[in-house]
Nanobody, 127 residues
């Protein structure tokens, strides 16, 4: 059973925007931290943003801070990653991942203890 499905990737020019979605089929979704990762060609997968189960706590890597915004709609079991001012360096496969927690305000920028991964969605930014 697929637990996380990303969508919204595509080709965009530098300076443009995209919004990624991560649709979950998890029980007790409000206790799942969702972390966004990306993996560029030839590079390791890196965490770029996370959102706590109740949506009140968010974190960003330095590479995307100020340009990307993460949010979630627990009623729809969906997490969004709004990406603005995209740069060619943002080209990568983007993944969402979940980790259950008893504390709905926690947010993790790590691949440790991830429960489920999505299949990834390609984002390509042309110069």
């Amino acid at each position: 059973q697929v637990q996380l499905v990303e969508s919204g990737g595509g080709l965009v020019q530098a300076g443009g925007s995209l919004r990624l979605s991560c649709q979950a089929s998890l029980d007790d979704f409000e206790y799942d931290v969702i972390t966004w990762f990306r993996q560029a060609p030839g590079k390791e997968r890196e965490p770029i943003s996370c959102v706590s189960g109740n949506g009140t706590n968010t974190r960003y890597s330095e590479a995307v801070k100020g340009r990307f915004t993460v949010s979630r709609d627990n009623a729809k079991k969906t997490v969004y990653l709004q990406m603005n001012s995209l740069e060619p360096e943002d080209t990568a496969v983007y993944y969402c991942a979940s980790r259950s927690t008893l504390v709905p305000t926690m947010c993790f920028m790590t691949s440790k203890d991830i429960d489920f991964w999505g299949q990834g969605t390609q984002v390509t930014v042309s110069s």
